[in-house]
């Protein structure tokens, strides 16, 4: 039974309003180009490279697993290319594989001001597995035969491929290397492809993200504000929160945070956040933590997230301006 509750909750991404819901990480704002590709590039260095992996749902036998890794980089102190590749496996069954590029511009107005344009493009392959679920409709009076018919109207499709597109914007207001506030937005899906199992025309809903965020030093403490919401069809999420750090490094040239916080997905989960940064390395590990009706349907189990990046320190200017990462 419990197989069939996990195929019907797969299937959400057939012909449901909750189609195709995008996956997504807690730390968004350490996977920042899937957050937004206007973020490719903008950094306090000249190479950054991450990573990010989610166990989600621990309590399945078989909980959904989403690994990704990303590179990027700043050319002639303007433009910025990147790639993103992500792997989800989804209780066992469903597998997606995604391959981003993307590319940005960014354009100091003054002194004091950013304004940045992105573009991506990406390749998505999608398979599912039925050697690894079991139905209602296979018990017969002699047990469980899988040669029975399943009931479900796949008609063979058990993989897809598509392309897509998407783009976005940043606004940046930076006084000092220290202190930073910003505003994006982002468009993913703009060609709406078709993204189904079953043998209809079923598009990908547009996703439309709005993010901000903030940055404040106070002697050695930092503060990191933040938000992010996004909408896909009648399916929309967001979150806000903010993280802590002290500067332990603070007689040093070298620079260096401990940093923690919270976080919180509306009527989903509360989100605690502890980390290090250490000379452009920085590792942060979260977990969600289950509140509302996902509570009472997962326990309070959600799910460890842990990400990496590491930016080679080669300071980039832009007219003498360092272009600084937004962080939390």
Request: hydrophobic share 40%; with cysteine; aromatic share 12%.
């Amino acid at each position: 039974m419990k197989n069939v509750i996990l195929f019907a909750m797969i299937l959400m991404i057939g012909p449901s309003v909750t189609f195709a819901q995008d996956i997504h990480f807690s730390q968004f704002y350490n996977s920042p180009l899937s957050l937004n590709p206007v973020l490719t590039g903008l950094m306090d260095g000249k190479v950054r490279i991450g990573a990010n992996h989610r166990n989600q749902w621990k309590s399945f036998a078989s909980p959904y697993v989403t690994s990704a890794a990303y590179a990027d980089a700043l050319w002639s102190n303007r433009l910025g290319t990147g790639i993103w590749v992500m792997k989800d496996v989804a209780g066992g069954s469903l597998s997606v594989t995604k391959i981003q590029l993307s590319a940005s511009y960014h354009k100091l107005l003054s002194d004091e001001y950013l304004l940045s344009l992105g573009f991506g493009a990406n390749w998505t392959q999608k398979s599912l597995d039925f050697s690894e679920l079991t139905f209602d409709s296979q018990i017969s009076d002699g047990g469980f035969d899988r040669m029975l018919p399943n009931g479900e109207p796949i008609n063979g499709i058990t993989n897809l491929n598509y392309f897509d597109l998407q783009t976005g914007l940043m606004f940046a207001y930076i006084p000092s290397e220290d202190d930073n506030i910003f505003v994006g937005a982002a468009l993913f899906h703009g060609l709406k492809p078709k993204d189904t199992f079953y043998n209809s025309n079923n598009e990908l809903g547009s996703r439309p993200v709005l993010h901000a965020g903030a940055q404040k030093r106070f002697n050695s403490f930092y503060i990191r504000p933040g938000l992010m919401y996004m909408n896909q069809k009648n399916a929309q999420e967001f979150v806000t929160g903010l993280s802590l750090g002290y500067d332990f490094m603070q007689s040093s040239a070298k620079k260096g945070l401990i940093f923690m916080g919270a976080w919180v997905r509306m009527f989903s989960a509360i989100i605690p956040v502890l980390g290090v940064e250490y000379e452009g390395i920085k590792v942060s590990t979260s977990y969600d933590l289950n509140i509302g009706a996902v509570a009472s349907s997962f326990n309070t189990f959600g799910g460890p997230e842990i990400s990496i990046m590491w930016i080679i320190p080669a300071p980039s200017k832009i007219k003498g301006k360092a272009i600084l990462c937004p962080g939390f």
